[in-house]
C-alpha cells in the first residue's frame, strides 16, 4: 500500500484533501490510463491514426491489429468527473443546446471536445474512425451521430442483437461475425492502411485471456471472509485496463498478474480491502450493489461505506465489460467468433431475467447481507427496470434490497447528505434483519 498527496491542480483548484490511501496496483493502473492519453496527444504527429469505440463490447484486439492509437468516450467523462472537470463542460453542452435530461456521459464528452483536451490537460486528437458495438444502449448511437457531426469521420456500425430469449444462438453469432468480416475489418483497413492479420489478432487474444483469468481470481476473492478487495469502487480500478485501451497487451498481462499476487497475499493475511482513508479494519456489512457509481464525489461516496465498515463484494458494474466470472475468455483458436460472443455477453446486453439471476447468485455465493441499486438519473441503460430487480430480488432471497439515486458526472445530482441517510436506514434495516434471523 502506498500513499500520495491529492494534486489541487489536477482536481480543478479544488482544496487539497488529506492524502489518498492506494493498493500499488490503484496507482499502477492510473500511470497506466495517462500512458494511453500521452500516446493519444502525439498520435497524429508521429503518423498514428485515431480510433474511438465504447467499453461495452469494445473489440480492443481487433484495433490493435490496425495500430489505432485508442481513446473511450465514456472513460474520458469518467475520467473529467474524477477531475472535478465535468460539470463546467456539462454545462457548456446545454448552453449548445443539448438537454438537463440526455446522459451526463455525452454532455462531458462533447464539453470536453469545445475545450479540445483531454481528462490530464493534454490534446485530444480528432477521431478518424467511430466503432460502435451496439450493445444495449440506444444512446451510443445518438452520441456518435453527434461526433460524426462535429469531426466528419467515418463511422462502422457493429450490430448486436439483444439477448431477448436469454441466450445467444448461432444465428445471432453469425451475424456478428459476417459484419466484423465484410464491414468492421475492411473499413480499419481502409482508414488505417494495415492490412488485417489473423494471427496477430490470435496474439492479442492470448494475452486477454490470462488478464481474463486473474481478473476473476481478484473479484471472486471478495468471496473470502473478511474481503480482501471491495468489489465495487476498488473494482474501478481493477478493471480499468481490461475494460479499456489495454486489454490484450503485455502490460495488461503484467499488471493483473501483480494485481492477483496483491490481493492474495491481502487475503493469507486476513486483511480487509484498502480505502481511501487506509485498511478497513473490520468489516460489518458485505454488500451487493447494481449500477455505475457517482464519479464527481467518487471519494465522499466510497467514504460512506467504509466509515460503516460496508464492504461491497459484487456489483454489476464491474461486469459492464465483460462478464468473465460466468466463463467467457477470448479463445485465440476463433478469434472473430470469440469478438461476437463478447458482444454478445456484455452486462448491458443481458435481459432482465438475467440480470436478476445474476445478482441472486452474488447474493448466494459472497454471503451478501442484501442489494443496494445505485439508479444513475441519466442512464436509461442501467436504470430503467430496477425497481423491478429491486422487488424481485428480495422476494427470491430474503435480503433487504435498498435504492439511492446520483448521477454519473454531473455534480448537480449528487445530495451527500440524502445519500448518506438512505445508507444509513439502509443499514440500520440490515441490522434488523440480522436480530430477526437470530431470535429464529
Sequence with gaps: MSTQPVNAAALGGAKPKAPVQKEDAMWLQKEMINANYAELASAHQTGRKVSATFVPGNLNELLMCFDFARSLPETNALQN???????KMIMDAEREGHSEDVCTYVKADLGMMMGGKGPTGDPLPTPDVLLLSYTGCFTFMKWFELIRQKYDCETVMLHVPYQGDGH????????????????????????????????????????SAKSEENLVRVL????????????????????????TAFRG?????????????EVSERMR????????????????????????????????????????????VASTYAKVGGVYDFGF????????????????????????????????????????????INSIKSCNSFSAGQLLILREVEKRTGKPAAFIETDLVDPRY??????????????QMVKAKRVAAAAH
Design 168 to 207: 445467444i444462438n448461432k444465428n445471432m453469432r453469425d451475424y456478428v461475425v459476417k459484419q466484423i468480416k465484410e464491414n468492421v475489418i475492411p473499413t480499419l483497413e481502409r482508414v488505417s492502411g494495415v492490412k488485417f492479420d489473423i494471427d496477430r489478432l490470435r496474439g492479442y487474444m492470448r494475452e
Design 329 to 372: 475468455r477470448h479463445d485465440p483458436e476463433h478469434p472473430i467468433e470469440s469478438l461476437a460472443e463478447y458482444c454478445l455477453g456484455c452486462y448491458t446486453n443481458l435481459n432482465f431475467p438475467q440480470r436478476i439471476d445474476m445478482i441472486c447468485k452474488y447474493i448466494d455465493e459472497y454471503q451478501a447481507d442484501g442489494l443496494l
Design 220 to 243: 471472486q476473492s471478495a468471496k473470502h471472509r473478511p474481503s480482501p478487495i471491495d468489489g465495487y469502487f476498488g473494482a474501478v480500478y481493477y478493471i480499468g485496463p481490461i475494460f
Design 414 to 427: 449528487f445530495s451527500a447528505a440524502n445519500v448518506k441517510n438512505r445508507l444509513e436506514s439502509y443499514f
Design 269 to 312: 493475511l486476513g486483511k480487509g480491502p484498502i480505502t481511501p482513508d487506509g485498511e478497513m479494519a473490520d468489516e460489518q456489512y458485505r454488500l451487493v450493489v447494481e449500477g455505475p457509481p457517482n464519479w464527481t464525489s467518487f471519494r465522499d461516496f466510497w467514504k460512506m461505506f467504509s466509515d460503516e465498515g460496508a464492504v461491497v
Design 81 to 87: 468527473g474524477m477531475r472535478k472537470k465535468s460539470g
Design 249 to 261: 497487451m503485455p502490460e495488461a498481462t503484467k499488471y493483473y498478474d501483480a494485481l492477483w499476487h
